[in-house]
């Protein structure tokens, strides 16, 4: 598999989009569990990395373990709500 080439306007278009849909669907009154509040700063300290050695490849594999991580979380969140 071929790595793509660091394109920083891409990686930060792509990062906003993210961030929008992350606002967007977030549950009213979700807060991360300690566990997951963890892993979400080893990732975006990964991605900073991945972000300074331009490694696009390591770079989309992050982003796309944060999205799964907030899907996940998000998903939670409303299944402890709703039986609440």
Known sequence: ??????????????????????????PAGYT????????MSILRTRQQRAWRTKDMFAWQQIHLAILCLAMGSFRRFRRLVGTL
């Open 1 to 26: 598999m071929p790595v793509p080439a660091w394109d920083a306007d891409e990686a930060s278009r792509i990062k906003k989009a993210a961030e929008a849909w992350m606002e967007e669907h977030r």
């Open 32 to 39: 991360p569990t300690a566990v997951e509040d963890e892993k």
